[in-house]
């Protein structure tokens, strides 16, 4: 196979892993900045010197160029580029989505990649746009299918190319094209046709949208979220299980003078410090900058050290086993984020299958944090417990006598018994003062625990100030003591 | 007076200001490295290009040092560090915290600082740890107190002398110190002995020990937290109205082979990455620094760097308007300054007095959002309205006739008349889909409403599926549309 993934460390569906294109390796996460040969600003090389290991670039601008078009079928993509790195081509379909039309087919475009030299090459599928109505988004995806089978047919089974999923809007749809493309045997599947949720913040859209094509997706297939995005989302999007970044951004905000930071964006003008780290925001004023001749040029490294710096976050994140606090602190950088990753909390249930079973640790970063996948597995666990006739959970720590069993009580995660105090996660766990939701969540242990051992009486000691909860929640399956 | 401060822009009870020592002006707030000359890493002119404008040093140190005394009486501290901004100097009130005793009087110590040309000198207060009890508090409270007295004497009115603030771990001890240097007329008032409280991460100890310094200092005088410490938490203590920190950390934890970032330190024997923006990040792998033979001082010019663009990006925070949003993320790096932070917004009642009118914006970050001070100055302000007899809320924006007075809602700030859609901080508000802390928090509005205007009586529609939440907190006092 040309192109194959291999997960090196996974927390949630996020995982580090290898991308082989060819002879070529590269880590993921990882960004892949967009290069428009007519408007440079940061060359490749200099990129690759900052920890850039592909790049992406469209081949249909390259196709229509009279600068370029010849060189690139003569010399090859890498050395009109100057970058010995992966190159992954778009096809066209971008130009398809915002002008409606392209003057290219199918076949013509990914023979043009492959003339080039590309490592990835894109067929021409229809992005639907979030606002077509579902008989449209089922038509386009039809047409996009038997492009896909098209290029297999003409190219063959071992041509590095993509397989994108489409499906609009609609959630049905998108797992069918993730099946469907699963079925191709594809091992790289873009998920296209979200730039405009993105760019309208609809990030709970963008939530149902990725989880639907994941739900059919092979977890051997490496999947690029097309088009994502502003690094504050990357987190999200990773924890979903998405591998793969582009973004135009860093330059086209430049351009723009627009100043990226992972807790949103800025303009120049407005800034009256530089919140960041970087070598151009150590060495510059916010003054300097503004009258700089290579204003844009600055700003193009700024945007690229802060992107750079977070998928290197992200990669960190999943070694440690820490993508949860990474995601729930970039989500709270914009409201509509935070819309989307409650949305990814609903989904604890089918993402804890799949979530490793130690991490570094789990710090509680408020009420959110109760529908994590660790406390979802805990709570399951709980049904492995051998338990006696007569239980105590006695939450403040204050053992009694006269009970078969004595368990402590850890909030969020509930009950449990003195020898896995150190296990993962009641040893690695750090929360603040008891909170409402987080006593309330312990309960709910508290009853999973009950519903799983129907011959044993559980009682409850030590509540304390908490009793309203433990009543609303439990108080038909436990007998509480003072 | 040698020493003023004034402050230009505020947020909650942050400010960014200008400290004037002398003849030198400084922004605040302010991180001061500390530079211990036996040891330097990072020399104070390259400091001086990455934005630092005022350094601390120990006085004590210089004078039992055989290499550094005598220059430091010849040429003056700014010549031996080769630094022409601001120094303050501490006094041995260190040395006495960690060893117990100091070979040095209050006298011989700011002669000495006077004699070397420090621009800030700090009297030997006693730090008083927080494991002592109340009575050997009040004593060296005492002695504390005396000393500062005895240097105004000594030195004048107009010698640029700190007035620490001693108390412990006592708030009424600490509001009696905030006090007594108030009235002694310092206009630069350190809090110490808080660095046992920073290293234990007792954040909500913190709180309570800063905010009751703060009741009775004046807002006039420069507040440094002496110690503070890791940049994680400068932006918990500026908003409770801290101007300067000062830390060792970036060269004790290089030393060390520790890696700060404002979401935690990692040893750097652990990291697979370099999750960093900054110029050493991003031109180094994780393994090169390690098998640099300039390891230590990469380190430091990491740390260095994260922790000035910490300072960077909470002033653009307070021009903004933004501090609680950064309070609130960094608050959630680490489960004991999330406590911190929720006792901080139990004092929103204070805060919310001298809190600015406008803002950037207000976004939502999640239930500890419904406590801000914006909220409560707002349901405050709603005694202004003025309505009529028969009034309706409608929460779901369906207007209906029939009514006197009709008002809009937003949940967190509640009930608005349409006139002030475009007002901070309805206009400029965003937040995710309601959740229930929000539209409690928003029925409480209402409540403040029907308080305020005994005359009307209040008709609320529109809640749907929210109703419980309406009847739980407003029963009482409305009536409820269908």
């Known amino acids: 196979m040309a192109i194959a993934f291999e997960s090196l460390y996974s927390d949630i569906a996020g995982r580090n892993g290898k991308l082989v294109a060819g002879k070529k390796i590269i880590r993921t996460p990882a960004l892949l900045p967009v290069i428009n040969p007519h408007l440079p600003l940061v060359t490749p090389k200099e990129m690759q010197q900052m920890g850039v290991e592909a790049l992406i670039t469209n081949a249909y601008i390259f196709s229509q160029s009279q600068q370029y078009r010849e060189q690139a079928l003569e010399k090859g993509l890498h050395k009109v580029l100057d970058f010995d790195g992966v190159i992954m081509t778009d096809s066209g379909s971008f130009q398809l989505s915002v002008y409606g039309e392209v003057a290219i087919t199918n076949i013509e475009t990914l023979t043009f990649q492959r003339d080039i030299g590309s490592d990835i090459w894109v067929p021409l599928d229809i992005p639907t746009s979030p606002q077509s109505d579902y008989t449209t988004t089922e038509r386009e995806l039809a047409i996009t299918m038997e492009r896909l089978k098209e290029a297999k047919r003409v190219f063959g089974a071992d041509a590095p190319i993509a397989g994108p999923v489409q499906g609009g809007i609609y959630t049905d749809l998108r797992e069918r094209a993730g099946k469907e493309v699963t079925d191709l045997n594809f091992s790289f599947c873009p998920i296209g046709a979200v730039v405009p949720l993105m760019e309208s913040y609809r990030y709970k859209d963008l939530v149902q949208v990725v989880l639907a094509a994941k739900r059919t997706l092979s977890r051997a297939a490496c999947v690029h979220l097309f088009g994502a995005g502003h690094p504050s989302m990357f987190a999200l999007a990773t924890a979903m299980g998405c591998d793969l970044f582009d973004s135009a951004a860093y330059a086209l905000y430049a351009k723009e003078g627009r100043y990226l930071t992972t807790h949103g964006s800025f303009k120049l003008d407005e800034l009256a410090e530089l919140p960041c780290a970087c070598a151009v925001c150590r060495s510059h004023t916010a003054?300097?900058?503004?009258?700089?001749?290579?204003?844009?040029?600055?700003?193009?490294?700024?945007?690229?050290?802060v992107t750079l710096a977070e998928i290197a976050r992200i990669r960190q994140a999943i070694v440690d086993g820490t993508l949860w606090e990474l995601a729930d602190e970039r989500c709270r950088t914009h409201p509509q984020l935070l819309s989307g990753y409650r949305e990814l909390l609903k989904n604890t249930g089918s993402l804890e299958s799949h979530d490793r079973v130690s991490k570094r640790r789990f710090f509680y970063r408020g009420n959110e944090s109760c529908a994590r996948t660790e406390i979802a597995r805990f709570q399951q666990m709980l049904v492995r417990l051998c338990l006696g006739k007569d239980v105590l959970v006695a939450c403040d720590g204050r053992i009694r006598d006269g009970y078969d069993t004595v368990l402590l009580f850890k909030p969020p995660f509930g009950p449990y018994p003195p020898e896995l105090c150190e296990t993962f996660p009641i040893g690695?766990?750090?929360?603040?003062?008891?909170?409402?939701?987080?006593?309330?969540?312990?309960?709910?242990?508290?009853?999973?625990?009950?519903?799983s051992h129907p011959k044993s009486s559980i009682s409850v000691s030590g509540m304390h100030q908490?009793?309203?909860?433990?009543?609303?929640?439990?108080?038909?399956?436990i007998e509480v003591i003072d």
Chains 1, 2 share one sequence.
């Open 428 to 451: 690695q766990s750090e929360i603040p003062d008891w909170d409402d939701a987080m006593v309330l969540q312990g309960c709910k242990g508290i009853r999973a625990l009950s519903a």
């Open 287 to 305: 003054d300097e900058i503004r009258t700089a001749p290579d204003r844009v040029r600055l700003l193009a490294l700024h945007n690229l050290a």
């Open 466 to 477: 908490w009793m309203a909860i433990l009543h609303g929640e439990c108080s038909d399956i």
